[in-house]
């Protein structure tokens, strides 16, 4: 079994454990595993009745495997170069504890005092790696203990806008963004429980969610519904794709005091039609969000957030009391 403790390898292991490892590299304990089944890039030693460990060889060879997943070489791209690449043993310190060790927190503790930087670092790696575990694991604990907002704007997007730009440079990783973006999704679900209808016409009418009509890019508008959730504030999410005509009728239907629509293309950003949501309701309350928007066509009464913050802010303002 891994040395999942962060304790000290006792004399009967014959190299450092997967903990040790990821506290020195990084990354998430179950990167590595994924590394050493998929590529083979994992301990060599141990043997019959003994735990594998990693050696300072093979602490060599995730150095350069990790350097050049970093530069934007595939995982195995990265993988067949280190275990190609020659390497000279050098002796890896094991007198420290784990706690004097440099970065000395994995994924299970980042959340508690590890830094922005590691966090996110953490969660690129896993994503350039395919780990899903390891994406999860960093993604729930940024959750838990930063909250909703914060966790996507200080972890989640700035790792997806990376993705996003090795991509536009190499044509490349687009595999990547799918799966991170299914994994932060699935995080943002499993923290958004659900509602029932509040009685109409009561102060708990909700705010609705949505993405303007054939906007599919809905992962902005499930961390509203996960951070109003956080809040103890009534939502209704729709999510993408919603049709004009689909959104008034949820509205009347409801209720609802304010809705929040999403572009992020320039194709759906057309406001004209946000002039057809119910008459019935002139006390409703229009915010728009995104970098799709043509802003010199918004109604003027009608705001374009340019953050999940900022978006957030202005739908708690609204909220009835």
């Not at 009685?199 to 992962?219: I, M, N, Y």
């Not at 229009?286 to 009464?301: I, S, Y």
Request: net charge negative; charged share 15%; with cysteine.
């Amino acid at each position: 079994m891994d040395n999942v403790t962060g304790g000290e390898e006792g004399p009967e292991m014959s190299g450092l454990g997967v903990a040790a490892v990821a506290r020195r590299l990084g990354v998430a304990p179950s990167t590595l595993r994924t590394w050493d089944r998929q590529y083979g890039v994992g301990p060599t030693s141990g043997g019959p009745g003994r735990h594998q460990g990693y050696t300072p060889a093979d602490l060599a060879r995730l150095e350069i495997m990790q350097q050049m997943i970093s530069s934007g070489a595939s995982t195995g791209e990265a993988a067949q170069a280190a275990l190609d690449a020659p390497h000279e043993q050098e002796p890896v310190p094991q007198s420290h504890s784990a706690a004097d060790s440099p970065g000395a927190q994995d994924i299970s503790t980042a959340g508690h005092g590890g830094s922005q930087t590691t966090r996110i670092k953490n969660l690129a790696d896993a994503a350039m790696a395919l780990d899903e575990l390891g994406m999860t694991e960093v993604v729930e604990s940024a959750l838990r203990h930063e909250g909703v907002a914060a966790a996507w704007e200080q972890v989640m997007m700035p790792v997806l806008v990376d993705i996003g730009t090795k991509h536009a440079a190499t044509g490349k990783y687009v595999e990547v963004e799918h799966l991170l973006s299914a994994v932060v999704s699935r995080c943002l679900v499993a923290v958004t429980p659900p509602q029932a209808m509040f009685p109409a016409g009561t102060a708990r009418s909700p705010v609705v969610l949505t993405c303007a009509p054939d906007e599919e890019h809905v992962l902005p508008v499930l961390v509203l519904a996960a951070a109003l959730a956080e809040a103890g504030a009534a939502r209704l999410m729709l999510g993408a794709r919603v049709p004009a005509a689909a959104l008034a009728a949820a509205i009347d239907r409801a209720e609802a005091h304010t809705v929040f629509v999403w572009s992020q293309t320039s194709q759906t950003g057309d406001p004209s039609w946000l002039t057809e949501l119910p008459v019935t309701h002139p006390a409703l309350r229009v915010v728009v969000g995104g970098p799709g928007w043509n802003r010199d066509r918004l109604p003027p009464e009608v705001p374009c957030v340019t953050s999940i913050a900022a978006a957030l802010g202005a739908l708690l303002v609204a909220v009835p009391r």
